[in-house]
């Protein structure tokens, strides 16, 4: 029996992920407000003032007391000064006056309602006000959207570009956020070329680098690409010392499995700590994850859509993990668009064409390339589709479980 977990199932693998992230927090730091988008919170926000923090017109008009109208027909208000967005400019309505207004526009002392341009008549150096308006008409209160003191943001969410707004709204200069974890990425393996190389019989192309880069960098990352790790024990164990030693993740691609070639597992376990190694999806069985130094390492699979589906499954939990993050992945249902034969036992995930249906709902068209070398079916597709474990037929219009990229 191995002395670390093997095949198992992906949730037990997030939650061992999660667990080790936990302990491996990347730490906090303060940045402007206007360049912590995209991070993540570090502590909460309770509201500093109020939303709105005084009394202030919802629309252009007219302002006045609402005690001035009479009960029945239009009344005939005295203008006595008019009220613009900005300061206040001290002006007093008393009984029988009004003032124009604009949106946004403090109310003067001694008004609470507001009549909307469109619905008033101006003559002899007054205003006419329809009857029916009731009392507050048009007026936005002191604190309506927030209350001064309020909880506005909580630690673990992501500062999206409506969150940044609210803090900006707050007056809020900095923001405490997590600490964005540095990450190296390695391919293995001696077959592999650069782009734009000639290539000789048995060598491929190394793809799986720029797809990492570009998945970590789609997550606000800047990852640091390391040399191509050949198949050579001794090398490959002074590269990835090197990398475990300075960066909080190192993310590798091939030499995972149980291959001549696959020296992974017994450099991890002989320099560091495996927490598992196997699980139980297709593709990407042979994932491992462990610890070396100060690093925690994700080791994927060398198949290029190997690689896709345990970063978006399992890379994403680590770094959501590293940086507290507590905001869900976004996970779809969608029908299937076509039937499916699911012949194994492992979870699977398909790559699929998501859409509307023209329903209001949405429709995933699987690939019939469903080979984990295969990554145009990839390049064609923007989902996974997520086949749960267990041995089933799929119907065209079943409901599935999907992860959109």
Known sequence: MTPYPSRIAVDDAIALIREAAHSHRTGTES???????????????????????????????????HASLTAEGTTWLRLVGEQYAGVLGGLHVGPGECVRITTGAPMPEGTDTVAIREDIVERDGGIEIPSGLRAGADVRRVGEDVPAGAGVLRAGQVLTPARIGLAAALGLPTLTVARRPTVAVFTTGDELVEPGLPLLPGQVYNSNRDLLMGLLRAEGLEPTAWPTLPDDPERMQTMLGDAASAFDVVITSGGVSAGQKDHLPGLLKAHGRIGFWKVRMKPGMPVLF???????????????????????????????????RDDPRPVWQARLGGDWRKAHARLEFLRGQLAPDGEGGLRVVPNAAD???????????????????????????????????
């Not at 988008?37 to 006045?64: C, K, W, Y």
């Not at 990554?375 to 959109?404: K, M, Q, W």
């Open 31 to 65: 940045l402007a407000f206007n360049r912590a988008g995209g991070r993540v919170l570090a502590d909460a926000v309770n509201a500093p003032i109020a939303l709105p923090s005084f009394d202030n017109s919802r629309m252009d008009g007219v302002a006045f007391a």
């Open 290 to 324: 462990g610890a070396w130094d100060r690093a925690l390492f994700l080791c994927l699979p060398g198949n290029p859509v190997s690689t896709l589906a345990t970063f978006l499954t399992l890379g994403r939990a680590l770094l959501d993990g590293l940086q507290g």
């Open 371 to 405: 080979a984990s070398h295969q990554l145009r079916a990839a390049a064609d597709s923007n989902a996974l589709i997520v086949l749960a474990e267990g041995l089933r037929d799929y119907a065209d219009g079943d409901i599935v479980d999907v992860l959109p990229y």
